[in-house]
């Protein structure tokens, strides 16, 4: 009697893959993504997708000040990434980086407009990282308490105490507006650049790049080697087993999100005094959520993430010349940024799971 037909295709996770098979799949999968969006490209707009592509390319890198735009971008969202990473590790879902970034940003600002002509830049700009890492972390440790300590839902709390930034920042705005009446910062010190991060070794966003790529390496050898990151990993598998091990719970929920606040308040100094040169409730910019994906997309491996930041930078700044070139709507360019987020969103499914089709002999001798 036939026990019911079994599925054609079963899936099996995999132990392991090797990394080159791995990066292979993900290769496979941008060249599909790639040839399904020239599909849609000549369906919706008629237009010749290799030049398309090219108007994404010199969108992105096409002049010295676009490529040099795309890195800077590049630097912010990875070094907010590279900041929420801890926490995500440890299964903690901070969705609060927006407000983080807006607290850090809102206190180099005030530092700007009250310091940034008075203190010496060698006192000035340390004190300014510092104080914005230190807001920030003050910022990510209240919702990292309640959870410690009553089990809230960290999620909410997080997303509302993004709200509660956004205010905060309106509220300095009030004091700080300039011109009165346009309901809006300015350029803080435009004419003293008192607080804006200066060139290094010629380049104009040298110290972004210094300071990003050290949070990055030091963010990877303490995740990777360090006793703290085996307790986050730990934590992260289990709870009961962290504390089974004499892991105190409470402790690193604290310790991994004064550090995920910090670095996110390090993104927010950049920002303003590293590229925007102000403040206002825009300033993270939705990058905060953003680096979600990238954070989840390198499977937490802040190298990986270089390349995962880049891409997506690439993307959004293409988008925006394509939109312009070819005289489109941007949700046009979006769509293709958005089918090429699937298919490498997809390909995990395939490098974490083996699919095998089973034939009809196998199929028919089992029934």
Same mark, same amino acid.
């Given at each position: 009697?036939?026990?019911?037909?079994?599925?054609?295709?079963?899936?099996?996770?995999?132990?392991?893959?090797?990394?080159?098979?791995?990066?292979?799949? &993900?290769?496979?999968?941008?060249?599909?993504?790639?040839?399904?969006?020239?599909?849609?490209?000549?369906?919706?707009?008629?237009?010749?997708?290799?030049?398309?592509?090219?108007?994404?390319?010199?969108?992105?890198?096409?002049?010295?000040? &676009?490529?040099?735009?795309?890195?800077?971008?590049?630097?912010?969202?990875?070094?907010?990434?590279?900041?929420?990473?801890?926490?995500?590790?440890?299964?903690?879902?901070?969705?609060?980086?927006?407000?983080?970034?807006? !607290?850090?940003?809102?206190?180099?600002?005030?530092?700007?407009?009250?310091?940034?002509?008075?203190?010496?830049?060698?006192?000035?700009?340390?004190?300014? %990282?510092?104080?914005?890492?230190?807001?920030?972390?003050?910022?990510?440790?209240?919702?990292?308490?309640?959870?410690?300590?009553?089990?809230?839902?960290?999620?909410?709390?997080?997303?509302?105490?993004?709200?509660?930034?956004?205010?905060?920042?309106?509220?300095?705005? !009030?004091?700080?507006?300039?011109?009165?009446?346009?309901?809006?910062?300015?350029?803080?010190?435009?004419?003293?650049?008192?607080?804006?991060?200066?060139?290094?070794?010629?380049?104009?966003?040298?110290?972004? %790049?210094?300071?990003?790529?050290?949070?990055?390496?030091?963010?990877?050898?303490?995740?990777?080697?360090?006793?703290?990151?085996?307790?986050?990993?730990?934590?992260?598998?289990?709870?009961?087993? +962290?504390?089974?091990?004499?892991?105190?719970?409470?402790?690193?929920?604290?310790?991994?999100?004064?550090?995920?606040?910090?670095?996110?308040?390090? +993104?927010?100094?950049?920002?303003?005094?590293?590229?925007?040169?102000?403040?206002?409730?825009?300033? +993270?910019?939705?990058?905060?959520?953003?680096?979600? !994906?990238?954070?989840?997309?390198?499977?937490?491996?802040?190298?990986?993430?270089? %390349?995962?930041?880049?891409?997506?930078?690439?993307?959004?700044?293409?988008?925006?010349?394509?939109?312009?070139?070819?005289?489109?709507?941007?949700?046009?360019?979006?769509?293709?940024?958005?089918?090429?987020?699937?298919?490498?969103?997809?390909?995990?499914?395939? !490098?974490?799971?083996?699919?095998?089709?089973?034939?009809?002999?196998?199929?028919?001798?089992?029934?």
């Amino acid at each position: 009697m036939s026990k019911g037909k079994e599925p054609v295709f079963q899936m099996t996770k995999r132990d392991a893959i090797e990394p080159w098979k791995a990066w292979m799949i &993900r290769l496979i999968a941008v060249a599909l993504s790639l040839v399904v969006c020239a599909g849609v490209i000549i369906a919706l707009t008629g237009l010749n997708p290799v030049e398309v592509y090219k108007g994404i390319f010199d969108g992105a890198v096409g002049t010295k000040r &676009r490529a040099w735009m795309t890195i800077r971008d590049t630097l912010v969202l990875l070094c907010i990434a590279v900041g929420i990473t801890p926490a995500f590790k440890m299964r903690f879902w901070n969705i609060g980086a927006e407000g983080q970034i807006l !607290i850090g940003g809102v206190t180099s600002a005030a530092m700007m407009i009250y310091l940034g002509n008075t203190l010496p830049p060698v006192i000035l700009f340390p004190l300014m %990282l510092a104080g914005s890492a230190l807001a920030a972390l003050v910022w990510a440790i209240i919702p990292a308490f309640f959870k410690a300590y009553w089990n809230t839902n960290e999620t909410l709390f997080t997303l509302m105490m993004n709200y509660v930034a956004m205010q905060v920042v309106t509220f300095g705005i !009030i004091f700080w507006e300039n011109p009165k009446g346009s309901n809006s910062v300015g350029t803080i010190n435009s004419a003293t650049k008192g607080g804006w991060l200066p060139k290094l070794f010629g380049l104009e966003y040298g110290w972004n %790049l210094v300071i990003v790529l050290a949070l990055t390496i030091a963010m990877f050898v303490y995740l990777r080697y360090s006793k703290q990151g085996y307790e986050i990993a730990v934590v992260g598998e289990s709870g009961n087993t +962290a504390r089974y091990a004499g892991i105190n719970v409470k402790k690193v929920i604290l310790r991994t999100m004064a550090i995920s606040g910090a670095v996110c308040g390090i +993104a927010g100094f950049i920002i303003v005094s590293g590229a925007s040169h102000t403040i206002s409730t825009s300033t +993270a910019g939705g990058r905060g959520f953003t680096a979600i !994906i990238v954070s989840w997309m390198s499977k937490f491996n802040t190298f990986a993430m270089i %390349l995962v930041s880049f891409f997506l930078v690439f993307m959004q700044k293409g988008a925006g010349q394509i939109a312009s070139q070819f005289n489109l709507n941007e949700n046009a360019a979006d769509v293709i940024t958005g089918i090429i987020l699937f298919f490498i969103l997809g390909c995990e499914f395939f !490098i974490d799971y083996k699919v095998r089709i089973r034939s009809a002999k196998q199929a028919g001798s089992e029934e």
